[in-house]
């Protein structure tokens, strides 16, 4: 009478297995034999009941069970014909770690050492978009600092860089519209003393005729 006996326990992954079950076979409902089952050489649980009869007195064949003597604790335990199995159960597996919390932060810190024109410190830092823009401070170039942060990365936001040079630019007026707005204040200027100059005129010759 062979049989065997199933671990589902993550391969004994949280060292609950006992070294040991025993095995109780029964005849006709009765205990008829016991045995102690242990892992083999190859970690195979079987156990094996030999010279056991097969009929009774009567010529009637007995009816043989197994069962399990002494259930592990934390294992439920389970006969199906003549194999056993025992099923660790779930609330003594502790839960899994957060995933997230144990991978690597592979992403750069956001500070890189370098220099530019008079030593000054580069920069990296991460804008609220997450992605990554240049920083300068000192840059003394022909461009400033703006225009390579908007050559080093299109899409930063008007947010996270000051205004560039060519928005400055628009809102500065333009060189004709000055010296318009200067020739009409000098003509408004010269046709006021004419005027005047004209009413004196005119109140000098009402009173003297000439």
Known sequence: ????????????????????????LFQNGKVFRAQEVDADLDSDWDFDFTDVPQFDADGKPYVYTVNEGNVPADYDSSVSGYTITNVLEETVMPEPDDQEDDLPDNRPDGSVDGTTDGDSNRQINENAEGRLVNGFSGYSNERSAVEKITAASPRVTTNSVADSPQEKTKQLPKTGDADGKRSLLVGI???????????TAYRRTRKTGY
């Not at 200027?189 to 009413?199: P, S, T």
Request: charged share 30%.
């Open 1 to 24: 009478m062979q049989g065997d006996v199933i671990w589902k326990d993550k391969n004994d992954e949280y060292d609950t297995r006992p070294d040991n079950v025993k095995v109780i």
């Open 189 to 199: 200027l010269l046709a006021g003393i004419g005027v005047f100059w004209n009413v």
